[in-house]
C-alpha cells in the first residue's frame, strides 16, 4: 500500500513494486483516481482523519508493506509563518504518517509482520527549512520509537531519506534533483536487504555522517 501513489515518488514505488513482482498495490490519493493496470487498486486517503485510515485498513486488510509517503511542503518558517501552515505540515507529515502506521500496524501483524516504510528527507538533518525540516526530524524519531514498538509483531521499519527529487513538490528549487524512479528503486533495494535506514543520495550520507559534528554544520541555507 503507497500513500499518496497518484504522482511523483508515490507513483514510482508504485511502478517499482510492481516491476518486481507485486501482485496488488493499493495506491491512494486525498481524491478519487483511476490506474487502468488491474494489478492497482485506487482508494482515497486523508491522513489527517484517524477515521479515513481506519476506513482503508477495511480495504486493505491484505497489505503486507506500507510505504507512508504522503506529506506536503508548505513555506512556513517557524517565527513568522502562518501559523496554520505550520500545523497543517505536521499534521500530515508527522501525525499523518502515524495515523496510517497505527492504522495499518495490526493488518501487518495479522500478515505476518511485514514492513512500514516512512518517507523522512535529508532536511531532517538540515536546519533552515522551516516547519518542512522540523516536521520530518519528528517523523524521523517517530519511526525509530515505531521500530521497537512494532518489533514484538515482527513488523519491518525502514525510516528513508533523500534529497531533492524531481517531483511538483520540488518544482521551485533549482538544485540537482534525482529522479523518483530512480529514489524508489534505492528504496526497494534496501527494502529487500532487510535494512532499517535508507539513504537515497549522496546527499543523505552526508548529512548522516555529519551529526557527530558541530550543529551549526547542520544548516540548508537554500531551503531558507
Not at 50 to 60: D, F, H, R, V
Not at 120 to 142: E, F, I, T
Not at 163 to 178: N, Q, R, V
Not at 186 to 200: C, F, K, N, P, S
Amino acid at each position: 500500500m503507497v500513500t499518496g501513489g497518484r504522482r511523483g515518488l508515490g507513483a514510482a514505488l508504485v511502478d517499482e513494486v510492481l516491476a518486481r513482482g507485486a501482485r496488488k498495490v493499493y495506491a491512494t490519493a486525498r481524491s478519487a483516481y483511476t490506474d487502468n493496470r488491474p494489478e492497482v487498486v485506487t482508494a482515497e486517503l486523508e491522513v489527517r482523519s484517524a477515521a479515513s485510515a481506519a476506513a482503508l485498513t477495511g480495504a486493505a486488510a491484505d497489505a503486507e508493506i506500507v510505504f507512508n509517503n504522503a506529506g506536503v511542503l508548505l513555506p512556513a518558517p517557524l517565527l513568522t509563518g502562518d501559523f496554520e501552515r505550520v500545523t497543517a505540515t505536521f499534521d500530515v507529515n508527522v501525525f499523518g504518517l502515524l495515523r496510517v502506521a497505527r492504522a495499518f500496524a495490526p493488518i501487518l501483524a495479522a500478515n505476518g509482520g511485514g514492513a512500514l516504510v516512512n518517507m523522512h528527507s535529508v532536511l531532517s538533518w538540515l536546519a533552515g527549512s522551516g516547519a518542512y525540516g522540523a516536521s520530518k526530524a519528528a517523523a524521523w524519531s517517530v519511526t525509530n520509537s515505531l521500530r521497537l514498538e512494532l518489533g514484538h509483531q515482527n513488523t519491518q521499519v525502514v525510516g528513508v531519506h533523500a534529497g531533492f527529487i524531481d517531483t511538483g513538490m520540488t518544482s521551485a528549487f533549482e538544485l540537482p534533483k534525482a529522479t523518483p524512479a530512480e529514489v524508489a528503486a534505492r528504496i526497494v533495494d534496501g527494502l529487500e536487504a532487510e535494512a532499517t535506514e535508507v539513504l537515497a543520495d549522496d546527499a543523505s550520507a552526508a548529512a548522516k555522517a555529519a551529526l557527530s559534528g558541530p550543529v551549526e554544520r547542520l544548516a540548508f541555507s537554500a531551503a531558507r
